[in-house]
Structures are given as structure tokens and as C-alpha cells.
């Protein structure tokens, strides 16, 4: 099983500063990572898949790059509704994992 | 519009058995693999299976391996999950998913409790 590791667990910003949110895999999973967004009582959000392709309607201050084993989700200029809790998700190998989170919470 | 519908949750005893079902609506059922992935109260979230679009390929987490089965029926646009021998930690919010991964339901609690 392939596992992900997901720093920091939680990051605290102000609104408008820049987010940087990494995802590391036990082995490579050349481009099949996914990051998804999750507020309290809603399911996750899709946002990026294939380490840098948006998902439709996903704003542009999202961004995702990596591959092989080092990923990054940014989060160009945060917003007040972006605070929320981000998981990866590799889809190259069964069975699918997902990281444990990264906590992104108000300055 | 996409809808994934989840039912059959509830309050189940350690070692029993329940049934999930998906109803899906909203797209081509038969162009999409379907997942079930779970999460724990105030936990993330974790894959738990999933099956190809005939269905004659599913795959599990290891967790529950042995122990649930995943089904589909394309004439009917629903996915089963069957849990047995549930346990403690089995106990989530079941979401359905399909593998264009942006449409989710609501998702079904499994209480697993004496």
C-alpha cells in the first residue's frame, strides 16, 4: 500500500497570503495524485487530479505540481472561504489512499 | 444534474452484517467505475473500495478485505456495498463516489455499537 504523507497538519494564514501544502508518497506514483477540499458536514471537493490539472469549475488560484513521490497544492492568494481541511489522494496503485490531511485554518 | 443517493445505514452490532446501496442518476452509469469511501467522526477520509464499469473487477482497502463486497447493477444505475463481520472501527460516513471523483452523495452512517 502505498501511503501519503501530508505536511504541515495544519497551516495558519491570513486572508490573501499564499498557501503551500505538500503531499509525499512511500513510492512513486508518477502523476495519479488528487487533492480535494473538505468543510465541516460537506462532502469533498474535487480539485485538482493528474498532480495539475484543475477540476471543472475549480478557481485558478489553485494549483497543483509534483511527481514521482513530491507533490504541492498552492493556494495563490487564500480567500475566506478556501479555510478547510486538504487530502491527497494517489490513484496510480490499488489500493487507492488518501493522505491524512492538511488543516488550513485562520491566521 | 449528477445524484448519488446512499442508503442502508444505521446502528448494526459488532460481527453483523449490513447492505449499502448507491442509486445513481444524472449520467451514464455504465461510463464510470464506482467507489465507496468512508470516513471516521472527526477522522479523514479512506478509500474503502471500488468496482470497474462491467464489475468484473473490484478492488478493496486492505481494512476491509475478506469482509465487504462490492456489486453493481447497470440495469438498475446502483452499486452494493455488503459489510460483514462489521467491527468498532467500521463505524462512518459512507460516501459513494464515481471515478470522475467531483460527484459525491451525501453519504450513510454506519453505527457499529453493542
Known amino acids: 500500500e502505498i501511503v501519503l504523507t501530508q505536511s504541515p497538519a495544519t497551516l495558519s494564514l491570513s486572508p490573501g497570503e499564499r498557501a503551500t501544502l505538500s503531499c509525499r508518497a512511500s513510492?512513486?506514483?508518477?502523476?495519479?495524485l488528487a487533492w480535494f477540499q473538505q468543510k465541516p458536514g460537506q462532502a469533498p471537493r474535487h480539485l485538482i487530479y493528474?498532480?495539475?490539472t484543475r477540476a471543472t469549475g475549480i478557481p485558478a488560484r489553485f494549483s497543483g505540481s509534483g511527481s514521482g513521490t513530491d507533490f504541492t497544492l498552492t493556494i495563490s492568494n487564500v480567500e475566506p472561504e478556501d479555510f478547510a481541511v486538504y487530502y491527497c489522494q494517489q490513484r496510480s496503485n490499488w489500493p487507492l489512499t488518501f493522505g491524512q490531511g492538511t488543516r488550513l485554518e485562520i491566521k | 444534474e449528477v445524484h448519488l443517493l446512499e442508503s442502508g445505514g444505521g446502528l448494526v452490532q459488532p460481527g453483523g452484517s449490513l447492505r449499502l446501496s448507491c442509486a445513481a442518476s444524472g449520467f451514464t452509469f455504465t461510463d464510470y467505475a464506482m467507489s465507496w469511501v468512508r470516513q471516521a467522526p472527526g477522522k479523514g477520509l479512506e478509500w474503502v473500495s471500488a468496482?470497474?464499469?462491467?464489475?468484473?473487477?473490484?478492488y478493496y482497502a486492505d481494512s476491509v478485505r475478506g469482509r465487504f463486497t462490492l456489486s453493481r447493477d447497470n440495469s438498475r444505475n446502483r452499486v452494493y456495498l455488503q459489510m460483514s463481520s462489521l467491527r468498532a472501527e467500521d463505524t462512518a460516513l459512507y460516501y459513494c463516489?464515481?471515478?470522475?471523483?467531483?460527484?459525491w452523495g451525501q453519504g450513510t452512517l454506519v453505527t457499529v455499537s453493542s
Open positions: 493528474d498532480a495539475s
Open positions: 463516489v464515481n471515478s470522475g471523483w467531483s460527484d
Open positions: 468496482i470497474t464499469i462491467s464489475g468484473d473487477n473490484t
Open positions: 513510492q512513486s506514483v508518477n502523476k495519479f
